[in-house]
């Protein structure tokens, strides 16, 4: 938890403070690589094992001081077994809850600027130490009038430093991702996007209210209140949800009916986000969710919320119908819709990218094509990932000369990974349900 962490005392806020954090964790990187090959020139059969481990750490204890969006996107590589050595994953995996917090004073200067006061003027009492600490912000547990409360706190300067961050952020993704800057760049716009949404609480406040009452009726799931008057720009006050994260709860050996129980709330609540509210909470990760008591699940942020246009929703979607994979006019037409393959490709490109996504869609589109889908299923998981790393490997993908893929699908596919790799950690079977025009 961040309370057992050492705390920082300042946080980097001008662009020149955290160009040099930037240019410094690139410095150790380089310095890892000369080592790695001075010690390969010894030794021929050395692997990159050590390399990744200490880039890794190095990044990550650089990304981790300067919080925000570099710290963010570190978190969302991690979510993917395809993208990064499992060094990368293992250390990124960090910010995802438990990155260092920042110390209380800092805190109570947020509060004298969004408040005028200190947090003890508004509360009866307010942990000074974080209770939880990730990327954009922590939080503090507190009580009033008898109730407790969770109190969201974002770091300083995170917000003003997004766009500053993603272009400094880029050397390390070109080399860790393996993207062409042609891929790159179709994709920031829209992480950009979405983490400047992030930052504004009061929208976060606003989307988190109707998403809870969109979702109230769905069985095993709950939702915290939120206090509009109590948060701000940069402060969220909300119901505290006693419960365990997945991690701990899952150590605690529940049964297979509490796991099933579980994961069916998490496939009914985003079934139902996806195909009825046409956006979603696209950030599925175990630090945003809690296991109550009475193993209901509890949906604690609502930070990043992909909105799905109507015309991508219907492509996207259609592709997972069963009969799409042998309508070739209507699978061409979609393809060229979700930008998979274009006019400026060769017919060879054309027919090898068409073949990469039949193969992808037929495979993750698994779930949807029976009643039952059991996602303990290893071996289920284990086609996925070598799919994707043969694939990332074929010479034909790396070479290719535009970036593949609509930049809606970004956020889209993040969720759907994301929540298979929940439903894969509780071995859940689950019904999956799906709305009637994809039957």
Same mark, same amino acid.
């Given at each position: 938890?961040?309370?057992?962490?050492?705390?920082?005392?300042?946080?980097?806020?001008?662009?020149?403070?955290?160009?040099?954090?930037?240019?410094?964790?690139?410095?150790?990187?380089?310095?890892?690589?000369?080592?790695?090959?001075?010690?390969?020139?010894?030794?021929?059969?050395? *692997?990159?094992?050590?390399?990744? =481990?200490?880039?890794?750490?190095?990044?990550?204890? %650089?990304?981790?001081?300067?919080?925000?969006?570099?710290?963010? &996107?570190?978190?969302?590589?991690?979510?993917?077994?395809?993208?990064?050595?499992?060094?990368?994953?293992? $250390?990124?995996?960090?910010?995802?809850? *438990?990155?260092?917090?920042?110390?209380?004073?800092?805190?109570?200067?947020?509060?004298?600027?969004?408040? #005028?006061?200190?947090?003890?003027?508004?509360?009866?009492?307010?942990?000074?130490?974080?209770?939880?600490?990730?990327?954009?912000?922590?939080?503090?547990?507190?009580?009033?009038?008898?109730?407790?409360?969770?109190?969201?706190?974002?770091?300083?300067?995170?917000?003003?430093?997004? %766009?500053? @961050?993603?272009?400094? &952020?880029?050397?390390?993704?070109?080399?860790?991702?393996?993207?062409?800057?042609?891929?790159?760049?179709?994709?920031?716009?829209?992480?950009?996007?979405?983490?400047?949404?992030?930052?504004?609480?009061?929208?976060?406040?606003?989307?988190?209210?109707?998403?809870?009452?969109?979702?109230?009726?769905?069985?095993?799931? %709950?939702?915290?209140?939120?206090?509009?008057?109590?948060? %701000?720009?940069?402060?969220?006050?909300?119901?505290?949800?006693?419960?365990?994260?997945?991690?701990?709860?899952?150590?605690?050996?529940?049964t297979p009916d509490e796991r099933n129980k579980i994961g069916q709330a998490l496939w009914d609540f985003y079934h139902h986000q996806v195909h009825h509210l046409k956006q979603v909470h696209a950030d599925p990760h175990p630090g945003n969710f809690i296991i109550q008591e009475g193993v209901k699940l509890? &949906?604690? @942020?609502?930070?990043?919320?992909?909105?799905?246009?109507?015309?991508?929703?219907?492509?996207?979607? *259609?592709?997972?119908?069963?009969?799409?994979?042998?309508?070739? $006019?209507?699978?061409?037409?979609?393809?060229?819709?979700?930008?998979?393959?274009?006019?400026?490709?060769?017919?060879?490109?054309?027919?090898?990218?068409?073949?990469?996504?039949?193969?992808?869609?037929?495979?993750? #589109?698994?779930?949807?094509?029976?009643?039952?889908?059991?996602?303990?299923?290893?071996?289920?998981?284990?086609?996925?990932?070598?799919? #994707?790393?043969?694939?990332?490997? @074929?010479?034909?993908?790396?070479?290719?000369?535009?970036?593949?893929?609509?930049?809606?699908?970004?956020?889209?596919?993040?969720?759907?990974?994301?929540?298979?790799?929940?439903?894969?950690?509780?071995?859940?079977?689950?019904?999956? =349900?799906?709305?009637?025009?994809?039957?």
């Open positions: 938890m961040a309370n057992h962490m050492k705390e920082q005392e300042r946080i980097p806020t001008s662009k020149v403070q955290r160009a040099s954090k930037f240019i410094s964790a690139g410095a150790k990187v380089g310095g890892n690589y000369i080592k790695h090959y001075a010690q390969k020139m010894v030794n021929p059969s050395l *692997s990159k094992e050590e390399l990744h =481990t200490s880039n890794a750490a190095d990044i990550y204890d %650089s990304l981790s001081e300067l919080k925000g969006s570099a710290l963010k &996107v570190a978190q969302m590589m991690s979510m993917d077994k395809n993208v990064l050595p499992r060094a990368y994953q293992d $250390k990124f995996i960090m910010a995802q809850y *438990s990155a260092p917090p920042l110390s209380y004073p800092l805190v109570v200067r947020t509060f004298q600027k969004y408040f #005028g006061v200190v947090p003890e003027a508004l509360f009866d009492t307010f942990t000074r130490s974080a209770v939880n600490a990730a990327s954009i912000g922590q939080v503090h547990k507190a009580t009033k009038d008898g109730k407790t409360f969770a109190v969201k706190i974002q770091y300083p300067g995170v917000a003003a430093s997004v %766009s500053s @961050d993603l272009k400094m &952020v880029r050397p390390f993704a070109y080399r860790l991702l393996n993207m062409n800057s042609k891929e790159l760049d179709h994709y920031m716009s829209e992480v950009e996007e979405k983490l400047l949404e992030e930052t504004d609480y009061q929208l976060e406040v606003a989307r988190s209210e109707e998403i809870s009452r969109a979702c109230s009726h769905i069985p095993d799931l %709950s939702f915290p209140t939120y206090y509009p008057g109590l948060s %701000s720009e940069r402060i969220i006050t909300m119901d505290w949800l006693e419960g365990a994260h997945l991690k701990e709860w899952l150590a605690s050996n529940p509890g &949906v604690i @942020d609502f930070g990043c919320v992909k909105v799905i246009p109507e015309d991508f929703y219907r492509g996207y979607f *259609s592709l997972i119908k069963q009969d799409a994979l042998m309508q070739e $006019k209507e699978l061409n037409q979609i393809f060229f819709d979700l930008e998979f393959i274009s006019e400026q490709d060769t017919a060879a490109e054309q027919a090898y990218f068409k073949g990469v996504f039949k193969e992808m869609i037929s495979l993750l #589109g698994q779930p949807f094509h029976a009643e039952t889908f059991n996602f303990a299923n290893d071996a289920y998981f284990d086609r996925i990932y070598s799919m #994707g790393d043969r694939i990332s490997k @074929d010479k034909m993908f790396k070479n290719s000369r535009q970036a593949r893929g609509s930049r809606h699908g970004l956020f889209i596919n993040r969720t759907y990974f994301g929540l298979y790799s929940l439903l894969n950690q509780l071995r859940a079977n689950i019904t999956t =349900t799906k709305p009637d025009w994809l039957k």
